[in-house]
Structure formats: C-alpha cells, structure tokens
C-alpha cells in the first residue's frame, strides 16, 4: 500500500506544478490534469477510468510504432510498478480541439525517457483523446 500512496502523492505534487504555467482552471489547465488522471489510470491499470478518458475513435501510436484503436490499448493495460513523472507540457487549444505535448519519465520496471502527443477533442462537454503518439527519447549516441 505504501508505494501505492507514494504514486499517489507523487502524481499529485507534479500535477501542481506542471498545471502552474497555465492560469488555474484554463482548459490548458484542466487537460493537464485529466492527463496526470489518464497516466494514474494506467498505471493502476484502470481501464474503466481509462476508457473513459479515450474516445471510442482513439489512434494510438505506441512507442514501439504500433498502431492501437481503444480495444487493443484497454485489452493491454495492467497494473505495474513503474511511476511516471511528466513534464514541459504544451497545450495548444483550437476552439473543440487541442494539441498537448509533453515529457515523461518513467522509473521502475521499465526505466525511459519519452515524449508524447495528444489530440484532444470536446465531445458532448467532455474532452476525450482522440489520437496519442509515444516516441522513447534515446540516450545521445556515444
């Protein structure tokens, strides 16, 4: 239960302070956040919290370049150990759409740096992830 609590407080504390750049309660704001809660759902391996975060449309491109509609990333999501901490985001908004960029660390079972985007669209006034695209950040050649 205690690394749980950690993941939990850890998720927390970095969503405070990567949501500061923007003004408190802008929908940049709010979609960090969903974020931070679609990165806890899967660490958790959630995928009713998960599924709902994902429009039933979702494209996603894994970090392995593996092309996923929402029934195959939902069939492969389990708990794990790992925690992730996300940073340098960037969120575009386009009216009922909106680009968000950022960077993840991920430490535990799989240790990696990677970059990801999100299409995020407003649906029936809920934002949803319509297409997400993870690329691995490499260590710089020796």
């Known amino acids: ?44 391996g959630d995928k009713k919290a998960a599924g709902a975060i994902v429009a039933d449309d979702y494209v996603g491109t894994t970090q392995q370049g593996n092309v996923e509609n929402k029934e195959q990333y939902l069939a492969q999501l389990a708990p794990n150990a790992d925690m992730v901490r996300s940073d340098d985001y960037k969120v575009r908004v386009f009216g009922n759409t909106a680009i968000m960029t950022h960077r993840g660390t991920v430490e535990g079972v799989r240790n990696i740096k990677f970059r990801s985007t999100h299409i995020w669209m407003k649906r029936g006034g809920k934002w949803l992830i319509v297409a997400h695209h993870g690329s691995q950040i490499l260590p710089p050649p020796e």
């Open 1 to 44: 239960m205690k690394p749980f609590f950690f993941a939990v407080v850890l998720v927390l504390a970095i969503s405070s302070v990567a949501a500061g750049q923007y003004k408190k309660g802008s929908v940049e704001e709010q979609l960090i956040q969903l974020d931070k809660a679609w990165t806890f759902a899967e660490l958790k």
